[in-house]
């Protein structure tokens, strides 16, 4: 995958993923985010399968970091799933 | 009726602007004050942007990432929104809850500013050579020695110390590899304390093997120090590449407000 594609992926991915999200009763909740992310697999030729994940997973994790960043991964990897 | 507003995001306060046709779909964004922070809008219907199109949502999210980079331009900063963040009207109008709820967490917000303010996103993927770092590792006093044991064994100790060579070609490897993300990551440290590893939802094929993803955050100064360390770490075992700016999306997505 190019160097500009990455780019992309990284940038759907922040916003699909990340930002400030506001807890308030008069919001309109998108609990369909998930899907947004599936279509747009579809639209990204080289995105690969949760199988090719759970290989790459291994080398993901960051095993010897410290613990505060080991902690902070794990979060991450907790709300991502 | 447009009875709702879509939010990109929330900047310090400035001035109103009206930035025509600039959001999404074409939509004229404009802002709304409170207490000293300005969200930018767009009028909207009460339902979420979606669609069956990938290629329509890759528009949306573009469209959406172009009004944050245009005020993170203009303002020195932007707090980005998640997508999709709509607004509807109740009791008040949508731009009376927009206001509460500004001033309900101006406090929070201040926060956040302080962190952002003059500073982007950028992602960096750390790649390695596997084989490349195999073939090296083979190459190393202990394995060699381990491999030289196993000349004139029976089949089935020279089987077992063949399993001990792989063994140990991985240990070692894993070493490096651990080494490197510890000395790397404590570099870029001891520039911006604003650095997160990152779990993409989305995976993608690369022609390499992906050791490491990360976000920071930082000012113009920070970054090219940064990019001065991966050409420095860069080696023929492992390369990286630098992606961005974007708005800084990754360390502002535990507040909840």
Redesign the interface.
């Given at each position: 995958?190019k160097?500009h594609?990455?780019?992309?992926?990284?940038?759907?991915?922040?916003?699909?993923?990340?930002?400030?999200?506001?807890?308030?009763?008069?919001?309109?909740t998108?609990a369909?985010?998930?899907l947004?992310?599936a279509?747009?697999?579809?639209?990204?030729a080289?995105?690969?399968?949760?199988i090719?994940?759970g290989i790459?997973n291994d080398?993901?994790v960051?095993?010897?970091?410290?613990k505060e960043?080991n902690k902070?991964?794990k979060i991450?990897?907790l709300k991502?799933h | 009726m447009n009875e709702?507003l879509y939010?990109y995001g929330?900047v310090k306060f400035g001035f109103d602007l009206d930035w025509r046709e600039a959001g999404i779909e074409g939509k004229n964004v404009y802002t709304i004050s409170e207490d000293g922070f300005s969200a930018l809008v767009h009028d909207c219907e009460?339902?979420?942007y979606?669609?069956?199109?990938?290629?329509k949502?890759?528009e949306l999210?573009?469209a959406?990432?172009k009004v944050l980079d245009r005020a993170i331009n203009y303002f020195d900063g932007v707090?980005?929104?998640?997508?999709?963040?709509?607004?509807?009207?109740?009791e008040n109008t949508?731009q009376d809850?927009l206001k509460k709820?500004l001033s309900d967490n101006k406090d929070r917000l201040e926060s956040?500013w302080h962190k952002v303010e003059g500073k982007k996103?950028y992602?960096i993927?750390i790649y390695f050579e596997k084989d490349r770092l195999i073939q090296e590792v083979s190459d190393d006093k202990e394995v060699k020695e381990l491999e030289e044991s196993r000349q004139g064994k029976n089949t089935g100790l020279n089987y077992l110390l063949q399993v001990k060579v792989k063994s140990k070609i991985d240990e070692i490897a894993q070493n490096r590899?651990?080494q490197f993300?510890?000395r790397f990551?404590g570099d870029v440290k001891r520039i911006t304390e604003y650095i997160?590893?990152?779990?993409?939802?989305?995976?993608?094929?690369?022609?390499k093997?992906?050791?490491?993803?990360l976000s920071i955050l930082g000012g113009k100064q920070q970054i090219t120090k940064i990019k001065r360390i991966l050409e420095q770490k860069v080696g023929k075992d492992f390369s990286f590449?630098l992606?961005?700016p974007?708005?800084p999306?990754?360390f502002?997505?535990d507040?909840?407000?």
């Open positions: 995958m160097q594609n990455i780019g992309i992926v990284e940038l759907i991915d922040r916003t699909l993923n990340k930002g400030v999200i506001l807890n308030a009763d008069l919001i309109i998108v369909d985010v998930p947004l992310a279509n747009l697999k579809l639209a990204l080289s995105v690969e399968t949760m090719k994940y790459m080398w993901l960051p095993v010897s970091l410290d960043e902070m991964a991450i990897e991502n | 709702a939010v929330v009460e339902k979420p979606m669609s069956e199109d990938p290629n949502i890759k999210i573009i959406h990432n707090i980005p929104l998640h997508f999709n963040t709509i607004i509807k009207k109740g949508a809850n709820w956040i996103e992602g993927r590899i651990n993300k510890q990551y997160k590893v990152n779990i993409s939802r989305i995976f993608i094929d690369e022609e093997d992906l050791l490491l993803s590449q992606v961005g974007f708005a999306y990754s502002v997505e507040e909840t407000a």
